[in-house]
């Protein structure tokens, strides 16, 4: 129909002037390639229970070792979690969960003990954790500005709409956003017990809890690594929930203003309502002793996030890492499983070949 | 010339005034009468313009917009993009804007750019010069200005530009000579003649002298039929020459338009045909209709669970997500109702927009595959498949009856003279080749074999009547050099051409039996006797050939001025027109020969005296007269002409069966199709075709449904009788036979002539209560039948026969197939027409969806090429679904997780281009390459075909199938990730990952999924294939790592900046990427095997089988075929 009646004439011309010729058929004969004839070289694979047999039992192979494996190494990972949320009249933070107000000035602060019946090995990494908190809420995950975290000095001074309501306080808001006016702002501290009751505080590593990239290149100070942060953040305020401003979050430059990690981890939203992250790494001392022996250990909190309001828990874990991360049993349970199954049909597969496969090959096609 | 008063007057009293509207009046030269004789309106024509194109450059932007939303897929994705622009939704406008933009900037391209064609070509006519006589003067124009009634002067070789009435021409005799190869695509030189009352004019100055007008019909456009009167004389078909005609072998013409621009003939054909929709499409349709109910009820389960939730304002609104100022103003309402729309926007992605451009460009691409084909390729024509339509690919694979035509189609359309009989005399005229008549040898009763002379008066008058009896013309063969066309004398240089190949067989045997048609000149026809006399017999009148009639007569004047009425037809339609004459032997010797499989036809002839002929040409002239039904009126004066002959004899001509057409016919047969003959041959001569071709077999019992029976019995009985024994027949039958065509099974064929079935076709009386439903008992019976003849037919029978298979209960998928114009109105009845590029002329191929060039070529067509498409569009289709199940169903999922807020998993980028690049291709690749089947095999056993009827892999189940294995994949994506997820640390520094990472572990998971899944269904591996699967893999994987290795500056977020690479640094990741791509494919492929091992289908048991052999064969097979892949 496109090609209208104008092509049609010249067809007819040509058919008319030339006449069922040599020269016309030639150039009307398809080319007699392996693609125009649909006859390219090709392997030709069949699903049949007689190919697909040895990749179940192979894949059945393979899979339940590695699940035991995973299993294996994910129980040999120590970890040990803690709730301080304070719901309970009983728990230590009661009070501060229910007296809390975002403009107190006083700290409020808790202890918690606990033990620890495994020694600890290697470097131990400490972890905060967060129930029914939505930081995958569609409105919270946009709610940032990563140019102004990026050191953009325009956006620094009028941040993105996307920070609405946490854009302006009279001043433009540095870091604005939800996601940052929400920074988790509780102080764990940890403190070894010894036998004989004496408190070892134990040194908490601020610095590597951070994705590298996040920490040298997505996230910048406006004005370059050696600026003075205070002027730079001048003409800016302090998002609403914070105690103190942006470029006072550490008194360590090289952990001040956006890249303090506290603020990188808290600024990569979490997939899920639960979630943990990584709050401070406990370094192994060396092979001999364990990172965390065996032993009584106390917990502060300083409480200063509250959770009440939306029915949030607040945890503090402690763990071990291998080199698949952290404890993670389902991953051995579901490689082992499924290597089963595939096992198990290869068996199936494998009976069903013997009774069915002759039948098929022997059946007379109709032809 | 003659006064335009008097032809008006005439005009009235023939039209009536109540028609007078659809008439127009054409003064030639634009001699407008003097004033004041009648109120002159001139009538307004539009100008010599030919306007193909559809847009101008002002409206292309607006109109093209405008045609491409009128799609409603298109609308809906703009509805889409408007909404996510409008409101405040989870996903830029971007995401849906950017795929959208593409295809309608590719459509609007090529749409323009086909346009732009369309303007160049329309300038080039429209432009062209064109000589038109003003005040006797030939004066150069522009095609474009010509008007209608302006006198134009064509030379030799040049195309006519508009509508003409032929005035003179440069021959003595009036006549010009046209190929219409560019309107019908047959390139024999036709005839025209000049109006008798002009043809003298061959001047400029003399034709600026002619006054007269033309009455006739408005533009309609039908292009064989035309009525018209020139002054007081009527004209014909044959003075008016179309545009796009070309004049051949002659000088010059003068001729008057009057029909120009848009309402030439050639220009109303090209309107467009009704568009043909396939199985396939009506079943993504409803597919689509099934999606968009899952897409509603996703987004208002999700906005109700969304308020439920919600009702507690500390999860609404907690301390650390407040909402702005004007968000907690807005109206529940309000808010409920764009939350809904935004989750449509998330989920709109379920209806894919890159689904309808991947199935339009396989089928565009794929019918290259068609037209590419080396065996469809007809060395003779030189012409290979030609593809009309790309819509219908599929649809050749669903086919279910195949209704062919006989002649032409089945057979080769090649006539060869055989014999005729004279009185009962036979002559073959092969045995005239040494020197002496030999009546035929065989089982006919010779009165004596020196015929009296009464006898052989009759047998000279029936070799002159079929010399004299055709519309044959002599082609002079052209010189070589082209310079100069005489007529030759000498035999061997000269050939006839004719539309009928019948009427050049018999002239051509009559030929070999010593009288050799000359040639027409000046009205008289003249034929080189036995004696090598010349005789000369003017040619009053042709009453020409019709389907409806059967036959066709001539009235000459022979040299003594004896008036002759030579008619021959078919014998059906001169027997009962015969009052005298060896009617007996005559019949047992046409029905002898329709046996035989041999055409007839009779000839017959009486006598007019002086006085009939007058008669009977006042009968003529007033029927050719008339404006109104002059059809009609010119049949009821045929009817009166064509009586009280005298039977002359018979004649038999062979057509062979087409190469192969037995063959064909049983392949279809094997592969579940019927296959009906329809054709306007008689039954005799058709059955024998039918049993030549294989369409009845020997054990086949043939059922009649003819008027010969019905004579006997009524219809009603004769309908009730057969539809018993063809059920008992089925009543005892076994469920099996569907599992192939066994030999020893009762298989029926049902032989019906055009009479009975118009008395089966006729609507129900109201008096009688049993007259509808024959329909019904018809169908019951020809369902049960695996071969109908259907004989007799007329033209529009085909057509009727065809709708009402189509429109039985059971809606099957009909092909009809033929080569002639009187297949025309069944091929474009049927679900797929396919056109034979036959002999007689391309009006079948033109308008068919597919053409080829042979009858054999079906077989190929249907059972590869359509079983192909079928196999590779319904992938396409269930896949495209499939696959957006797969992308979407985790979102909706993760609602559940993110407080119903329409957060997305996937990064913007990923949702753009999953349907887009990353998925794209290797389906649109399989789609058009995929072969489950060698084609051998396919054509080797065409039972294979019955494992797709019925449109098989897009019923419900298999849909329903693969959309629960979508939502499967889509569970074990997401849950998988999440139990993964659930609270642990993935990286051995223990640092955490945030929901980016989290949607690109399940994007990642799924992208491999649905590639590898498709991958599986993969039985034809070439290196394309593995290019293009794995190529897109790859593909996603280095465009992961670029979107997220760069701060795109550009972008006002940087979410994505090295997720992907820190997931492919944590060990787990890779582990559980792994798991969950073999979790999501194994019930697959257990499915797949179980189904294969416990009930396979023919195909897979073949493709079983063949695996068996190839792994037999040994090492040297395979050598061989890896030596050839590498050396590709």
Known sequence: ?367 | MRDCECVRDCMCSCAGEENWVDSRTVYIGHKVPPPGTEAYIPQRYPDNRIVSSKYTFWNFIPKNLFEQFRRIANFYFLIIFLVQLIIDTPTSPITSGLPLFFVITVTAIKQGYEDWLRHKADNAINQCPVHVVQHGKVVRKQSRKLQVGDVVLVKEDETFPCDLILLSTSRDDGTCFVTTASLDGESSHKTYYAVQDTKAFNTEEEVDTIQATIECEQPQPDLYKRSSTFSDVPLGSENLLLRGATLKNTEYIYAVAIYTGMETKMALNYQSKSQKRSAVEKSMNAYLIVYLCILISKALINTVFKYVWQADPNRDEPWYNQKTETERQRHILIRAFTDFLAFMVLFNYIIPVSMYVTVEMQKFLGSYFISWDDEMFDEELGEGALVNTSDLNEELGQVEYVFTDKTGTLTENNMEFIECCVDGHVYVPHAICNGQIMSGASSIDMIDSSPSAEGKEHEELFFRALCLCHTVQVKEEETVDGIKRGIHQGKATSFYISSSPDEVALVEGMKRLGFTYLRLKDNHMEILNREDEIERFELLEVLNFDSVRRRMSVIVRSNSGELYLFCKGADSSIFPRVISGKVDQVRARVEHNAVEGLRTLCVAYKRLSREEYEQVCHLLSSAKLALQDRDKKLAEAYDVIERDFILLGATAVEDRLQDKAADTIESLHKAGMKVWVLTGDKMETAAATCYASKLFRRNTQILELTTKRTEEQSLHDVLFDLSRTVLRQHGSMTRDTFSGLSSDFQDYGLIIDGATLSAVMKPAQEGSGTGGNYKEIFLEICRNCSAVLCCRMAPLQKAQIVKLIKASKEHPITLAIGDGANDVSMILEAHVGIGIMGKEGRQAARNSDYAIPKFKHLKKMLLVHGHYYYIRISELVQYFFYKNVCFIFPQFLYQFFCGFSQQPLYDTAYLTLYNISFTSLPILLYSLIEQHINMDILKRDPSLYRDIAKNSLLQWPIFVYWTFLGVFDAVVFFFGAFFLFDNTTFTSNGQMFGNWTFGTLVFTVLVFTVTLKLALDTHYWTWINHFVIWGSLLFYVIFSLLWGGIIWPFLNYQRMYYVFMQMLASGPAWLSIILLIMVSLLPDVVKKVLCRALWPTTTERIQTKRQCLTTEQSTIFMLSQTSSSISF
């Not at chain 1, 150039?27 to 392997?43: E, Y």
């Not at chain 1, 908190?133 to 569609?138: G, K, L, P, S, T």
């Not at chain 1, 049909?345 to 009976?351: A, H, K, N, Y």
């Open chain 1, 1 to 367: 129909m496109a090609s209208g009646y104008n092509a049609k004439e010249e067809d007819g011309h040509r058919a008319g002037a030339a006449g069922p010729g040599e020269s016309a058929s030639r150039s009307r004969k398809p080319d007699n390639t392996a693609f125009k004839q649909q006859r390219l070289p090709a392997w030709q694979p069949i699903l049949t229970a007689g190919t697909v047999l040895p990749a179940f039992f192979i894949i059945g192979l393979i899979f339940i070792p590695i699940g035991i494996g995973l299993y294996v190494t994910s129980n040999n990972i120590r970890e040990f979690e803690i709730d301080y949320t304070g719901t309970d009249p009983s728990s230590p933070c009661y009070n501060c969960s229910q007296t809390y107000s975002w403009n107190s000035t006083t700290l409020c602060t808790c202890t918690l003990t606990f033990s620890l019946n495994q020694p600890f090995e290697g470097n131990v990494f400490m972890y905060y954790g967060l129930s029914n908190f939505y930081q995958n809420h569609r409105r919270y995950v946009k709610s940032r500005d990563d140019s102004q975290l990026n050191g953009d000095l325009s956006s620094l001074k009028s941040p993105s709409k996307e920070c609405e309501p946490y854009h302006t306080n009279e001043k433009p808001i540095a870091p604005c956003g939800a996601i940052a006016n929400s920074m988790f702002n509780d102080t764990l501290e940890l403190f070894y017990i010894d036998p004989n009751e004496t408190r070892t505080p134990i040194p908490l590593m601020k610095k590597g809890i951070a994705w590298w990239t996040d920490k040298h290149v997505k996230f910048r100070n406006p004005g370059g690594s050696n600026a003075n942060l205070t002027a730079v953040f001048q003409g800016t305020t302090k998002p609403v929930n914070w105690r103190k401003p942006v470029y006072e979050l550490d008194s360590d430059p090289e952990n001040n203003g956006f890249i303090n990690e506290d603020l990188i981890v808290w600024m990569r939203t979490a997939a899920l309502p639960t979630f943990r992250k990584l709050y401070r790494i406990i370094q192994k001392k060396n092979n001999m002793t364990p990172t965390l022996p065996r032993g009584n250990y106390t917990l502060e909190v300083t409480y200063n996030y509250p959770v009440h309001s939306f029915e949030g828990r607040k945890r503090m874990i402690l763990s071990t890492i291998s080199w698949m991360g952290g404890k993670n049993p389902f991953l051995g349970i579901a490689y082992m499983t499924v290597g089963s199954i595939c096992f198990v049909l290869g068996v199936v597969l494998l009976f069903i070949h013997h009774k069915y496969g002759n039948r098929n090959n022997s059946s007379d096609i109709p032809s």
